[in-house]
T-cell receptor, first 113, second 114 residues
Framework: EDQVTQSPEALRLQEGESSSLNCSYTVSGLRGLFWYRQDPGKGPEFLFTLYSAGEEKEKERLKATLTKKESFLHITAPKPEDSATYLCAVQAGLTGGGNKLTFGTGTQLKVEL | DTEVTQTPKHLVMGMTNKKSLKCEQHMGHRAMYWYKQKAKKPPELMFVYSYEKLSINESVPSRFSPECPNSSLLNLHLHALQPEDSALYLC?????????????FGQGTRLTVV
């Protein structure tokens, strides 16, 4: 069974204080690892897709990396507007003609002034 | 345009009511999904439609009935729900049903069953 574990559960940062969020996964046949941002009461917003170990993607203050067992979301010099829950999800193999996402429980990030 | 539109945004229904949630996308995506998300929990897959045919049902109770009238629309019909079914219901779509492509989510319908 596919498993995704995110840590920490919650993270408080001061504005400008860089840090990393972790996503560990156990799947058979990774087809993709995805990072989403979710604001309270809203749907997840797509950030990145990573496919193979060694791959990196960047967008503004965010950088996602992937190894064979885990992914990191690095946040450089965060701002209060980066406060949200960050979700990691994996897609493994082909299941009956559709792509199933298995989500981790998320990291709730709070960036303070 | 990566927009998935869900209506209504909020819904309150009694346990004997029948209601429907609607989802629309105009990105030409051929896979559409319903997810359920309880407070402080990650989204959980309910149904997958591939080329307008139901391809995955994650053992969802029959009081939830999905429908895909065409490639742009996805409905979720609700009947005889229980208070524990109160949650954020999310619709998503993706281009491919084979490759590992990203899913784009709507803003969700906040459902309260009273």
């Amino acid at each position: 069974e596919d498993q995704v574990t995110q840590s920490p559960e919650a993270l408080r940062l001061q504005e400008g204080e860089s840090s990393s969020l972790n996503c560990s996964y156990t799947v058979s046949g990774l087809r993709g690892l995805f990072w989403y941002r979710q604001d309270p009461g809203k749907g997840p917003e797509f950030l990145f897709t990573l496919y193979s170990a060694g791959e990196e993607k960047e967008k503004e203050r965010l950088k996602a990396t992937l190894t064979k067992k885990e992914s990191f979301l690095h946040i450089t010099a965060p701002k209060p507007e980066d406060s949200a829950t960050y979700l990691c999800a994996v897609q493994a193999g082909l299941t009956g003609g559709g792509n199933k996402l298995t989500f981790g429980t998320g990291t709730q990030l709070k960036v303070e002034l | 345009d990566t927009e998935v539109t869900q209506t209504p945004k909020h819904l309150v229904m009694g346990m004997t009511n029948k209601k429907s949630l609607k989802c629309e996308q105009h990105m030409g995506h051929r896979a559409m999904y319903w997810y359920k998300q309880k407070a402080k929990k990650p989204p959980e897959l309910m149904f997958v439609y591939s080329y307008e045919k139901l391809s995955i049902n994650e053992s969802v109770p029959s009081r939830f009935s999905p429908e895909c009238p065409n490639s742009s629309l996805l409905n979720l019909h609700l009947h005889a729900l229980q208070p524990e079914d109160s949650a954020l219901y999310l619709c998503a779509s993706s281009t491919s049903v084979v490759q590992g492509t990203e899913a784009f989510f709507g803003q969700g319908t906040r459902l309260t069953v009273v």
